[in-house]
């Protein structure tokens, strides 16, 4: 009965999650944001998005990565009681395990929605044939992304002289390295904490 009850419960949590990603996505549709749809979402999930809207460290420029951290919250959260229903305890190698893996699974999101956003900013210069645009989007994602690109591209190439193309390019592939060792290596700990007789 008891596991019944934390299996609906991780279900329920699991498919409000989905609603919010959904949210998610709406707020970057203008043309959606009187639609009936959008405002019965932003009733049920605005609400919970919102708790986690003023973490200052999870804002990148004019981009704010906090619903990152809500759904990894939703997913912890589900994760244990799904755990919860298919097994009558719950240890702390296990929580902790999980801690790890939620973090890293924020950090992740970061670094992948800045490599998909660095592909395509040079996508678009490479098509151009200019490194730098009169758009004023692309202007304010260059100065969003300029510290962040300058910052990985330093450490790659110390105080040499580069092109922003250049540092894009180096900013690309060291994200992806990064993304993929810290999946290996975030995946090994937490088996080794999951395992943990406490």
């Known amino acids: 009965m008891v596991r019944t009850i934390f299996a609906m419960l991780a279900s329920v949590i699991s498919i409000y999650a989905i609603l919010c990603v959904v949210r ?58 799904s755990h919860l229903a298919n097994s009558s305890s719950l240890r702390l190698g296990f929580i902790l395990g999980l801690l790890v893996q939620t973090i890293w699974s ?54 040499r002289q580069i092109s922003y193309k250049t540092g894009l390019i180096i900013a690309v592939v060291a994200l992806i390295v990064l993304n993929f060792i810290g999946n290996l290596v975030i995946a090994r700990l937490a088996i080794l904490l999951s395992g943990l007789p406490l």
């Not at 707020?27 to 609400?47: E, G, M, N, R, Y």
């Not at 992740?108 to 009169?134: E, H, K, Q, Y």
């Open 24 to 81: 998610i996505v709406l707020t970057w549709v203008p043309q959606a944001t009187f639609h009936p749809v959008t405002k019965f979402l932003a009733s049920i999930c605005d609400p919970f998005l919102d708790l986690f809207h003023g973490i200052r460290w999870m804002r990148i420029g004019g981009l704010d990565f906090s619903p990152a951290i809500a759904l990894c919250t939703l997913g912890a959260v589900s994760t244990i009681l």
């Open 106 to 159: 924020i950090a992740s999101s970061v670094i992948s929605f800045l490599i998909i956003v660095l592909i395509v900013r040079l996508i678009v210069m490479l098509v151009s044939g200019s490194s730098f645009s009169n758009n004023s989007l692309l202007y304010q994602l260059d100065q969003t992304l300029g510290g962040i690109v300058r910052s990985i591209s330093r450490t790659f190439a110390g105080n």
